[in-house]
């Protein structure tokens, strides 16, 4: 019998594909997506045959009734081919599928539940939206504005979290799937973020970029934690530290470079002039401030990079890669190049970088980690590099 050890190019330092195992999931995944999608055409076929009036109680009922359907053809599906055969990527897939399907229907039936349950209506809610019209944006405004909303509509955000938490949790603790530990520990921050707006919704609107920050930060160290769990990036543990890697990146970057265009909190300015707070249009702006930011943002891409080689995760610069080609390419264009050389010039430094990085990751990886210890606590942080691999 072969040995798989000699038929694979991998090497021991090198990150696995936590989405990927052969290219028969790229295959059966084919397959998932062909069948999801005939599913819904078919729902969307039976739904048009019922002729009831789009809108109505019985329309969404049935709507409703549809998805709960399609979920439930995803968690067969799962059973099948994740629970059974560890299919990773076609698990991404149906996780998806699943949680936004079972978020849709349960966010409606607390929607339902307010208007049936507790006679809340449109007319009640314009009512408190129009006292509010024309206050100031302070304490007091918007705690009175919070205070004229029923409870139960003031927790609207809360269970439309929870709505797809359950769901990615249920998924994740059945079937442990790594993708779907990303998606809860997303949700959980989520959840942290719209808890903190309830009980104290200036403060939090106030602090917004600090709290984005916050959260990415969080969502950033729960990756490390697995990471730490599995420093050999050999079981779903770190499968599950990449995804929250995957998802807390883009978080933190956008958070440390909004603190860094607008700063901690948010002024009376930045709610008149929201347009300012687009990070990529103003990376795009042409005045001074864009190249402040572009050179701020290569910066913090920088120290992305350094932790991605300390503790061994692509993810943090993959997330990085489009801001820093708007950022390369706003510096580029300060030289007063045309269109195409700039175009051209970003590509090859952004390139360059990426290649040389990929090439030389474990021999920088090993001066990084040089005056670190080789085993114990901080060998689990940040894991030796092997100094034979290129």
Excluded: C, K
């Excluded at 936590?18 to 999801?36: C, K, R, S, Y």
């Excluded at 789009?54 to 968690?75: N, R, T």
Aim: net charge negative; proline share 5%.
């Amino acid at each position: 019998m072969t040995d798989t050890a000699t038929i694979s190019s991998a090497r021991p330092s090198d990150e696995m594909l936590p989405f990927l195992n052969n290219f028969h999931d790229i295959f059966t995944t084919i397959g998932v997506v062909i069948l999801l999608g005939g599913l819904g055409a078919g729902a969307g076929q039976i739904l048009g045959g019922l002729e009831f009036a789009e809108g109505e109680m019985p329309w969404q009922a049935s709507l409703m009734g549809l998805i709960a359907g399609f979920a439930l053809a995803s968690w067969l599906l799962s059973a099948l081919l994740v629970g059974r055969q560890r299919r990773i990527l076609p698990g991404i897939v149906l996780s998806g599928a699943f949680t936004v399907a079972m978020g849709v229907v349960l966010t409606w039936g607390y929607t339902q539940l307010l208007v049936h349950g507790f006679g809340i209506n449109e007319a009640s809610l314009e009512l408190a939206f129009e006292n509010s019209e024309g206050d100031e944006f302070t304490r007091d405004a918007v705690m009175s504005f919070a205070n004229e909303l029923p409870w139960v509509v003031r927790l609207l955000p809360v269970a439309a979290v929870l709505a797809f938490l359950i769901p990615a949790y249920s998924y994740y603790r059945n079937f442990r799937l790594p993708f779907a530990g990303g998606l809860v520990g997303l949700g959980a921050i989520a959840l942290f973020s719209v808890l903190a707006l309830i009980v104290d919704p200036y403060t939090t609107i106030v602090y917004a970029p600090t709290v984005n920050l916050l959260a990415g930060a969080a969502l950033l160290l729960a990756g490390i934690v697995f990471d730490m769990r599995d420093p050999e990036r050999t079981t779903r543990l770190s499968g599950t530290g990449f995804w929250l890697h995957f998802f807390a990146a883009p978080i933190l970057l956008g958070a440390v470079l909004n603190v860094t265009q607008i700063g901690w909190s948010l002024q009376e300015a930045d709610f008149t002039q929201m347009e300012d707070n687009n990070l990529f249009a103003a990376l795009a702006a042409d005045n001074g401030n864009a190249m402040a930011l572009a050179a701020t943002a290569l910066i913090v891409i920088g120290v992305f990079a350094l932790v991605s080689l300390l503790i061994n995760r692509r993810a943090l610069i993959v997330s990085g890669i489009l801001t820093a080609g708007i950022s390369i390419g706003v510096l580029v264009n300060e030289t007063g190049l045309g269109g195409g050389a700039v175009a051209a010039i970003t590509l090859l430094v952004l390139g360059g970088i990426v290649v040389l990085l990929g090439a030389a990751w474990n021999p920088v990886r090993s001066i990084l980690l040089a005056p670190f210890p080789s085993s114990g606590p901080i060998a689990r942080l940040f894991p030796p590099a092997d100094l034979s691999e290129g």
